[in-house]
């Protein structure tokens, strides 16, 4: 399992070569040479990524309930985290790897998760971080503003980074 939850913009011709070759994800995430013949347009450095967050695949759970308002599964892209933690249920993204560990969206589906991901919201992160604690017999008593700021504020670079592959025709890579 990848420790760390990372996402960077990936054209779809990238994600199409990646997905026929499970396998080379990590190779192009690393920017690492592959055995020829690689496409032309195979990194020769890690692509920019969004990796500064607190999410790993022990809280893909709490971040799917934040993004999708609770614990159900969805099939749409808001399927983000839910790959992590269920990557067997049918879902929209497309599976990179033979591990589950990386997966991704195409273009076209990149502005249904950014219209979800610009919704999140200090109150709807508050709602679903005491649901999901209260859930899992966690302690909610002590969740205030200042314990879900830090959740709201990786969603909005999130929503950069989507908004960054809207604008560029891209979809992503996690």
């Known amino acids: 399992m990848a420790s ?5 913009v990936a054209p779809d011709a990238h994600i199409d070569h990646l997905a026929a070759h499970p396998g080379l994800v990590h190779d192009y995430l690393d920017g690492a040479a592959v055995p ?11 692509p920019p990524m969004l990796d500064s967050w607190g999410i790993n695949h022990r809280n893909t759970e709490l971040y799917h309930w934040i993004l999708n308002g609770g614990p159900e599964p969805v ?6 985290f839910q790959s992590w933690h269920a990557p067997d249920h049918p879902a929209a ?17 990149v502005p249904a998760l950014a219209a979800r991901v610009h919704k999140v919201d200090l109150d709807a992160v508050m709602r679903a971080f005491v649901d999901w604690c209260k859930a899992n017999g966690k302690t909610w008593e002590d ?19 989507l908004d960054e592959a809207i604008r560029d025709g891209h979809g992503i890579i996690w």
Request: net charge negative; proline share 10%.
């Open 143 to 161: 969740i205030d503003r200042y314990a879900c700021e830090p959740f709201v504020d990786e969603f909005a670079a999130l929503g950069q980074r």
């Open 36 to 46: 020829a013949p690689a496409p032309p347009w195979w990194p020769t450095e890690p």
């Open 75 to 80: 099939s749409d892209a808001g399927a983000i």
């Open 4 to 8: 760390g939850f990372l996402v960077c």
């Open 93 to 109: 993204f497309v599976k990179l790897d033979g591990y589950n560990e990386r997966f991704a969206l195409r273009a076209t589906q």
